[in-house]
């Protein structure tokens, strides 16, 4: 998982969205009208239907009453364009009132014609009178009775108009009043869930799901529960698929849904999973239905029969299959089933171009590099796949357009000085497009050179342990935006693990800790994921060498790192691969060069595998208040109790330091339950204040240190919680102080006896 090494391109228009927006800016369109747009003395005339104004002493009808001009939808947008211009939404409800007494007009089909209803209706939705939206909705039913036309968008701009104002009661009136005549089909309705699936407010009015309820198609699994995840909001996807499955509206096409039904299984094993969905993420696209057996496929066979008899999978001839993809005379889809049913599971480059060949743009080779990988069959790694990958990716059809085209064998591309010979007479030849092609080319392949020659240079740097030299390429690589393989971010993690010391410390430890935590760091800055083990490797060293400061800035820093990520995939945060449930991580196992995925940043912090509970869990939890209360009292403390607490940070409020951070970040993200951080709290109390008989002297140390009595200490402790009482009262607990103290007494002198010791007493430390 690398950053790209292209900038996003802009977004491009939507080709459906009618690009006609003011009609006096396409006057061709308007016929023989076309000087009647620019004459306003005119216009105030034809359009003072009540003949109180202009028109009161007009000799003869008006143009919209004479009968030759009945139904003609370019003079009415004449009238209806001076009108907005001169009044806005008045112009348009003067225009309306005078349409819906004649009702000569139901033209859908002119250029004009989505212009003109459009106008009308948005005015309808922002003037202030019910009755003209009212009247929109019977002229409708008028047009659709009697002339069999429906006004366009009608019902996706009515509703999407109360859903965006937050009119709930009238999205869901009008969306009954509609869908019987102006359903506007599935993949529209969709595309208005998904336009407002992220508002919350209409999420927990329950307002989309109500729509969803009512309409009449029950396939919309595949569009919304897949777009929404992608987005990184996974608890809306779930929450809409738990809707979606009681009403038996499942997944059709495994591909686009496997992503979130994964990240489900991973996360969530506790949620079962229906049938269909279970297909999806097992590669089974031949779920059989009410108990019938699944279709067994020719491909199934040739493999049964291969390992049966010991026959292996025919070698593929990239030539022969390209000619075969190529064949206009067989459907594409028809062409890719039959190379999967032959056991295929590589294809080549011309293969690859043959296939984009037939779809000429860079959308439709994305659909078909999908459905080659839903059925298990990849590409050979050249640097043709890897320019059409990225022309693909950066939706550039013309350089896609261009490539494909090319004379050039896509060999040709894995040749670095044969490129750099072909663009100086391409370029005499004036061929542009060939130069701007090759020069592409040389980019990308370049780029792969620099990131080769950097990952060489940052293993050497490592391995020499150059400090300077690596933080320099690593800020390099970062700035050029070039990834890091994961041999040599194995052989950092691995490292890692052997240099930071966890128990036995020297005058290096902390220039070690310090180390990789600067090469952490800029891993993370570049998206590199860093293992949850790591992580704990250095908070455990920080914590007993009693570096309770670091501390405190490390895991704040993790905690924003896992809850608030700006990572360069909005919603998501990168984790390893190594910290990722095991449905996630086995269908990648054969992928290579994977540092980790991205997991959507709304993730429970109460999910098991959440990263930062993975790091921070409820043993750490413990360790760190067993660190910070050592840590506190190995030195007396110069300070009155009255004068703790105070100043509000973790530093100030003595023993109390970690309880202040843990409620921090439980305030920021971090799973903290408060009963298991006041069980790990007291037990350190019992070695303060419930024995006298302990087996280490650094216990005895803390003891003779600390300044404050039990009272003093629980209130400081409840203050370091904030939000009411952290601790059981203190009668209370007194009481468990002294029964744990007995306890541990007892306990401490049978460790003693048994080692042949006696305790250290408090006079021999001091």
């Known amino acids: 998982m690398q950053p790209s090494l292209y900038r996003r391109p802009a977004q491009q228009p939507d080709p459906d969205q009618d690009p006609i927006r003011s009609l006096t800016q396409h006057g061709r369109l308007f016929g023989r009208w076309v000087a009647l747009l620019s004459d306003s003395s005119r216009l105030a005339v034809e359009t003072d239907f009540a003949r109180e104004g202009p028109a009161k002493s007009w000799q003869g009808p008006l143009l919209a009453d004479k009968l030759e001009h009945r139904g003609d939808l370019a003079l009415w947008s004449c009238l209806l364009d001076y009108q907005t211009r001169v009044n806005g939404d008045l112009g348009a409800f003067n225009i309306w009132k005078a349409l819906w007494g004649r009702k000569s007009l139901y033209d859908v089909d002119s250029p004009l014609a989505p212009v003109f209803w459009q106008t009308i209706l948005e005015a309808a939705l922002r003037v202030d009178d019910r009755r003209f939206l009212h009247g929109v909705y019977l002229y409708s039913e008028w047009m659709n009775a009697t002339h069999g036309v429906k006004w366009p968008q009608l019902y996706s701009t009515v509703v999407t108009h109360f859903l965006r104002t937050h009119q709930h009661r009238q999205a869901i009136q009008w969306h009954l009043r509609l869908i019987p005549s102006f359903y506007p089909g599935p993949d529209a309705f969709a595309d208005i869930l998904k336009q407002f699936a992220s508002e919350p407010e209409l999420h927990r009015a329950s307002t989309l799901q109500s729509l969803y309820i009512s309409n009449p198609n029950r396939q919309l699994y595949d569009k919304l529960v897949p777009y929404l995840y992608a987005r990184g909001d996974a608890g809306l996807a779930m929450a809409w698929r738990e809707l979606l499955i009681r009403l038996d509206d499942l997944p059709l096409s495994p ?4 992503p979130f039904l994964r990240y489900l299984r991973g996360y969530f094993p506790n949620r079962p999973l ?7 993420i097992s590669n089974d696209d031949n779920l059989a239905e ?22 292996s999978v025919k070698n593929y001839n990239d030539g022969l299959g390209a000619k075969w993809l190529a064949s206009s005379w067989i459907s594409l889809d028809t062409a890719i089933s039959t190379i999967a049913a032959l056991g295929i599971e590589k294809i080549g480059p011309l293969s690859l171009q043959a296939i984009a060949l037939r779809e000429r743009n860079a959308q439709g080779v994305s659909k078909r590099l999908d459905q080659l990988q839903s059925h298990g069959i990849s590409v050979f790694g050249s640097n043709y796949l890897r320019l059409l990958l990225q022309f693909v990716k950066i939706r550039d059809d013309e350089l896609l357009f261009d490539l494909l085209q090319s004379d050039f064998h896509p060999d040709v591309f894995d040749d670095l000085p044969l490129l750099a010979q072909l663009l100086e007479p391409t370029i005499a030849s004036g061929d542009w497009r060939t130069y701007r092609l090759l020069l592409a080319a040389r980019i990308l392949i370049t780029q792969k050179t620099a990131r080769e020659t950097a990952n060489a240079m940052l293993r050497a740097c490592f391995l020499n342990r150059n400090q300077q030299a690596l933080f320099r390429t690593l800020d390099d690589m970062r700035a050029m935006e070039i990834g890091i393989d994961l041999a040599q971010a194995d052989l950092i993690f691995q490292n890692l693990y052997a240099d930071v010391p966890v128990h036995k410390f ?5 220039k070690t800790v310090a180390f990789y935590l600067a090469v952490c760091r800029r891993l993370v800055s570049m998206e590199i994921p860093v293992p949850a083990a790591c992580w704990k490797q250095l908070i455990t060293s920080i914590g007993r060498q009693g570096r309770l400061d670091d501390l405190e800035r490390l895991c704040v820093e993790l905690t924003s790192l896992y809850t608030s990520s700006r990572s360069s995939r909005p919603g998501f945060i990168p984790v390893h691969i190594d910290d990722i449930p095991p449905p996630m991580k086995q269908p990648l196992l054969g992928v290579e060069n994977l540092l980790g995925v991205y997991v959507p940043e709304d993730l429970p912090n109460t999910a098991a595998w959440h990263p930062l509970r993975l790091i921070i869990n409820t043993d750490m939890m413990g360790s760190l208040v067993r660190w910070t209360f050592r840590a506190t009292l190995s030195q007396p403390w110069n300070v009155r109790p009255a004068a703790l607490g105070h100043q509000g940070r973790p530093r100030d409020f003595y023993c109390g330091w970690i309880v202040r951070l843990l409620r921090i970040l439980r305030d920021r993200g971090l799973f903290v339950r408060r009963r298991e951080v006041v069980a790990a709290v007291i037990l350190r109390l019992v070695e303060l204040y419930g024995t006298d008989v302990l087996t280490k002297r650094e216990l005895q140390r803390a003891k ?6 039990l009272a003093e200490m629980k209130t400081l402790l409840d203050q370091a919680w904030g939000g009411g009482e952290f601790l059981p009262p203190l009668e209370e607990l007194r009481a468990e102080i002294e029964k744990r103290g007995r306890e541990k007494t007892q306990k401490n002198i049978r460790y003693l006896r048994q080692m042949g010791k006696r305790a250290p007493h408090l006079r021999h430390v001091l």
């Open 274 to 280: 229906h049938p269909r969905e279970e297909a999806a």
């Open 506 to 510: 020297d005058s290096d430890s902390l």
């Open 704 to 709: 003779a240190n600390n300044i404050l009595s």
């Open 290 to 311: 009410d108990g019938e057996s699944p279709t067994v496929s020719r491909e199934f066979i040739n493999r049964v029969h291969g390992a049966t008899f010991g026959i």
């Open 255 to 258: 591909v686009p849904v496997r």
